[in-house]
């Protein structure tokens, strides 16, 4: 039995051969924006408005921040969850699309602000907006291609050129837009949209559990493993695994091979083409990382920062 009340002999000094190596100093790009202090579930950037859900809709627009929240004919009631992600449409004005769940299951979840106002949309969705309104994933945005599916159902491929359809998957996946191709985030591998008519899954050879994030650009390709803390890179068709430079590893953005981005629950961090290192700046947890021209945003449960890169 220990006795809580006595007093443990002090352990042994630490030789210097043993001591712990000090932790590498992180990278100082520049100087962070905290932009939002709520937790943020979903940003996106537009051209150049920001949105953001963080518990109501936030909107950055003419550099000053507003609450957008929804009118209280569109709130979830009690009971009831939004499983949601904020997109901007070619307009540049947000939608909010997903699923909004309660006992019965989930239902498709569509709304645009209009007007400066929210309204819940069926124009936009075409035959998706047909009965069972089941839920909605994919991803919206000014660059093609613009994704909308319905699960069990159908997904609109949506390029400026035209529209393509294909079957959807019965569960709902995030879909992200990298190197001008559509990518799909699944269980044990990413699924990468093929000439707009099939997803392929692409998977390291050796088991991985949940994909966080995916970053890919000509001939690589980085995912994100959050339960194993782990990275995946895909180089001139081999692959390689690396610890993460910080815990739980999410969301990837990048400009190129020397330059990605990620998201962890300690921060973010940045790959020089040569390897990982922690940045200067945001404090963690964050779960997503953008970018756009010359800014950097970061976006998770300590809320949205910016960092406006210095020229190089």
């Not at 929240?69 to 939608?95: C, I, M, Q, S, T």
Request: aromatic fraction near 8%; charged fraction near 25%; charge should be neutral.
């Amino acid at each position: 039995m220990i006795d809580p009340s006595a007093t443990a002999a002090p352990p042994p000094a630490a030789s210097a051969s043993a001591a712990t190596p000090a932790a590498p100093t992180p990278l100082d790009l520049g100087a962070w924006t905290r932009e939002l202090e709520a937790p943020v579930t979903s940003l996106a950037l537009g051209e150049p408005r920001v949105a953001a859900l963080a518990g109501d809709p936030w909107l950055l627009e003419g550099g000053a921040w507003r609450r957008v929240p929804l009118p209280e004919a569109l709130r979830p009631p009690p009971g009831v969850r939004d499983d949601a992600r904020v997109y901007f449409g070619r307009d540049d004005w947000p939608r909010i699309m997903g699923a909004r769940t309660d006992a019965g299951g989930a239902r498709q979840l569509y709304l645009r602000w209009k007007g400066g106002r929210w309204i819940a949309e069926k124009n936009e969705l075409a035959k998706l907006a047909d009965p069972p309104l089941a839920a909605l994933f994919g991803l919206l945005g000014h660059a093609d291609p613009e994704v909308v599916c319905k699960v069990g159902d159908d997904c609109i491929i949506k390029r400026r050129t035209g529209w393509k359809m294909l079957r959807a998957s019965v569960a709902p996946f995030r879909v992200e837009l990298h190197d001008g191709r559509a990518w799909g985030l699944l269980d044990g591998a990413v699924g990468r949209l093929d000439a707009d008519k099939a997803w392929t899954r692409v998977a390291p050879p050796s088991p991985v559990g949940q994909i966080g994030g995916v970053f890919a650009t000509g001939d690589e390709l980085w995912l994100s493993e959050p339960g194993a803390g782990a990275l995946h890179h895909l180089k001139h068709g081999a692959w390689s695994r690396h610890d993460a430079p910080g815990a739980r590893p999410l969301g990837m953005w990048g400009t190129g091979p020397s330059d990605v981005w990620l998201a962890t629950a300690d921060g973010v961090a940045r790959f020089d083409g040569a390897a990982w290192a922690r940045v200067k700046g945001p404090s963690g947890p964050l779960a997503e990382v953008f970018g756009r021209g010359g800014e950097v945003w970061a976006a998770g449960e300590s809320g949205a920062w910016r960092l406006a890169r210095a020229k190089r």
